[in-house]
């Protein structure tokens, strides 16, 4: 088929990501039917991605997919809950093909395997704009169990688990605007790993947490906002992965460098809320589950977001992603 679908084609040729799970009724109805997990809560996350906006024009649409799905899991992740199925709105441009939209689905038939999560409904139509698209995510945690932004207190360390600006700079090795030597950072940027495995460590020991979509200053300034304190950054312990770390050695200003990175968004990181008295284990049990966690600043009295390098306040005009 070179023509793009109708509605039920694409509907039909989407049947396989349901991956046999019966709640997605075969796509046949307007609806999914979830029972209830005893004991356990629905966690629902939702995130949209505009091309142009959240994407790159002309991007290859397998890893348009497995960006879209990543990144919202990402969500549940820092809930601390367990993804098993999702959602999917597509709003298609009608210059898209029917090779388009196959690739598409490759993406997301491979990711859905990789993460265990079932297409269990949705919507398309098409759209004189941009290719649109919306995922709506759902996990499960043991009952009152999810990590919520509102939990940190004054003295409770701020800590990051996984690399810090392989966003920003991803965005701009995929435009071919800086070197990335082994492609490393261009690859988190459209295939950024959700850290689903921190989830028994989270729900163990992390007070608060969020992920880190809109940058690191801004989303520590979210779990601030929510738990009613403030929160204070040491930028020179910021974690960087080896593509990060070559970039940011070669640039003149190494504190706006930084600043640069804390902010860019897109990183997929979790920023937690520990108590000062449980980092080392949390840590410890991090690096066991192969992420990095570093403890890069705290949780205090006074409202706002601060951040320092080298002992120096930088002056702060932006904290992330303005959407």
């Known amino acids: 088929m070179t023509e793009p679908p109708d509605e039920f084609a694409w509907i039909d040729r989407l049947s396989p990501l349901t991956r046999g799970d019966s709640r997605a009724l075969r796509l046949l109805d307007d609806a999914?039917?979830?029972?209830?997990?005893?004991?356990?809560?629905?966690?629902?996350?939702?995130?949209?991605?505009?091309?142009?906006?959240?994407?790159?024009?002309?991007?290859s649409p397998d890893l348009v997919a497995r960006r879209l799905l990543r990144t919202n899991l990402s969500d549940l992740a820092a809930k601390a809950a367990e993804p098993f199925g999702y959602f999917l709105m597509t709003a298609w441009p009608s210059d898209r093909t029917w090779a388009d939209r196959e690739a598409f689905i490759r993406g997301l038939?491979?990711?859905?395997e990789a993460f265990g999560v079932s297409l269990l409904g949705g919507d398309?139509?098409?759209?004189?704009?941009?290719?649109?698209?919306?995922?709506?995510?759902?996990?499960?945690?043991?009952?009152?169990?999810a990590v919520l932004r509102s939990g940190a207190r004054p003295g409770h360390a701020?800590?990051?688990?996984?690399?810090?600006?392989?966003g920003r700079l991803g965005l701009l090795a995929s435009k071919g605007e800086i070197s990335d030597a082994d492609g490393s950072l261009a690859a988190h940027y459209y295939t950024p790993r959700p850290l689903l495995c921190l989830r028994p460590l989270l729900q163990g020991l992390a007070r608060a947490a969020a992920d880190v979509s809109d940058g690191?200053?801004?989303?520590?300034?979210?779990?601030?906002?929510?738990?009613?304190?403030g929160v204070s950054l040491d930028l020179g312990r910021l974690p960087?992965?080896?593509?990060?770390?070559?970039?940011?050695?070669?640039?003149?200003?190494?504190?706006s460098s930084r600043l640069a990175l804390a902010t860019g968004g897109d990183d997929y990181a979790v920023v937690c809320a520990i108590e000062a008295a449980e980092v080392a284990t949390f840590v410890k049990g991090a690096a066991a589950l192969g992420v990095s966690a570093v403890a890069i600043g705290v949780?205090?009295?006074?409202?706002?977001?601060?951040?320092?390098?080298?002992?120096?306040?930088?002056?702060?005009?932006e904290l992330g992603w303005r959407h």
């Open 124 to 145: 398309t139509v098409r759209t004189p704009g941009p290719l649109t698209l919306s995922a709506t995510v759902l996990g499960w945690t043991p009952s009152g169990r």
């Open 32 to 59: 999914a039917v979830i029972p209830g997990r005893p004991g356990h809560d629905l966690v629902v996350s939702k995130d949209a991605m505009v091309e142009g906006v959240h994407f790159p024009e002309g991007a």
């Open 240 to 255: 960087l992965s080896a593509g990060g770390a070559a970039w940011l050695s070669a640039q003149p200003d190494p504190a």
């Open 109 to 112: 038939a491979e990711d859905g």
């Open 158 to 166: 701020a800590v990051v688990c996984g690399p810090i600006g392989d």
């Open 216 to 229: 690191l200053l801004a989303d520590s300034g979210a779990i601030a906002r929510a738990s009613g304190v």
């Open 299 to 317: 949780f205090e009295d006074a409202p706002g977001v601060r951040a320092a390098f080298e002992g120096l306040p930088l002056a702060l005009t």
